[in-house]
Nanobody, 124 residues
Framework: QVQLVESGGGLVQAGGSLRLSCAASGRVFSRYIMGWFRQAPGKEREFVAAISWSTGSTTYADSVKGRFTISRDNAKNTVYLQMNSLKPEDTAVYYC?????????????????WGQGTQVTVSS
């Protein structure tokens, strides 16, 4: 079984930065895809970014390109989401997700494992 634990959310002013962490355990993750999704109140869960654990290949949603960076630390089994130039519309619960494979995918239903989520609130 795979366990994912997010941390690093909080309240920040527009233009500020946060770094989210996702600590993964329970499997060898060298052949996993790790993704970040978010869900704002009254909206569907949407893709933010994803990374291939083995190749480091990344994909981003257009809404966060140039502002967010996904990375991984193999030694710590941890994936990060560095969020810069935050906007009020980035306010949401952010979820870490994982799926076996080498191809980055952006659809939430294609991910098998999920963390509990961490709240990010950006004030204007």
């Amino acid at each position: 079984q795979v366990q994912l634990v997010e941390s690093g959310g909080g309240l920040v002013q527009a233009g500020g930065s946060l770094r989210l962490s996702c600590a993964a355990s329970g499997r060898v993750f060298s052949r996993y895809i790790m993704g970040w999704f978010r869900q704002a109140p009254g909206k569907e869960r949407e893709f933010v970014a994803a990374i291939s654990w083995s190749t480091g290949s990344t994909t981003y949603a257009d809404s966060v390109k140039g502002r967010f960076t996904i990375s991984r630390d193999n030694a710590k089994n941890t994936v990060y989401l560095q969020m810069n130039s935050l906007k009020p519309e980035d306010t949401a619960v952010y979820y870490c997700a994982a799926r076996p494979g080498n191809i980055v995918v952006v659809t939430s239903r294609q991910y098998d494992y999920w963390g509990q989520g961490t709240q990010v609130t950006v004030s204007s």
